[in-house]
């Protein structure tokens, strides 16, 4: 039987989020929290019912939450609409496309999300409420911190460590045991060195 599921933000990294849990077959979408003024709308489908002020009101019926916000110049969106999840509920959605690879000696925390053809290898560490986005490669014992975003294609290198918060650009790759800063922002393309940074 799969869970009923909340997606909390109906733009762009929605759309991309639902191709991935409709594959993963975990979930069935029950409906989508957005702004006011989509209220009514939908996206691919599915219907926008509310806004973050139902959260308490659906935790109370049971359904599961992920936060599909997209990250791109601050992470402090999703921060504060997972912590109003964690406030009324514990039913956290984890997701992880079954094209990505995800090591069984890797961890993943919850109400992350792995997108399409990621890889994340042995020993790798994926905190809470983040995102691996499609193509990105997390390489061996590398930790990416809670709500951080590594975005398509980007390539954390082993031993690399991504503190809380950050934005790690699509196609930029890290040194080996590179570190940023908490909330850092690792602009697309970048050789992230980490050595006068981290």
């Known amino acids: 039987m799969t869970r009923r599921l909340i997606l909390v933000g109906g733009g762009g990294h929605c759309k991309a989020v639902i191709d991935v849990v409709e594959k993963q077959g975990l979930y069935t979408i029950a409906g989508i929290l957005d702004r006011p003024e989509n209220v009514g709308g939908s996206v691919l489908g599915y219907e926008i019912i509310g806004t973050d002020e139902d959260i308490k009101r659906l935790a109370k019926k049971g359904y599961t939450f992920l936060v599909t916000v997209g990250q791109i110049d601050t992470p402090r969106t999703r921060i504060n609409i997972y912590e109003r999840i964690l406030e009324v509920s514990k039913n956290l959605a984890t ?29 790798a560490v994926i905190g809470e409420n983040c995102i691996v986005n ?8 590398a930790v990416v911190e809670a ?16 503190r809380e918060g950050t934005f790690f650009g699509s196609g930029a790759v890290s040194r080996e045991y590179a570190k940023t800063k908490p909330f850092d922002f690792i602009k697309a393309g970048t050789l992230f060195k980490g050595d006068l940074r981290g």
């Open 147 to 162: 709500h951080s975003h590594i975005s398509t294609g980007a390539i954390l290198n082993g031993g690399t460590v991504v």
């Open 95 to 123: 997701v992880v496309s079954p094209l990505a690879h995800v090591s069984a000696y890797a961890r993943i925390g919850r109400g992350s999300v792995v997108m399409h053809h990621a890889l994340v290898n042995a020993g």
């Open 134 to 141: 499609s193509k990105a490669l997390i390489e061996h014992d």
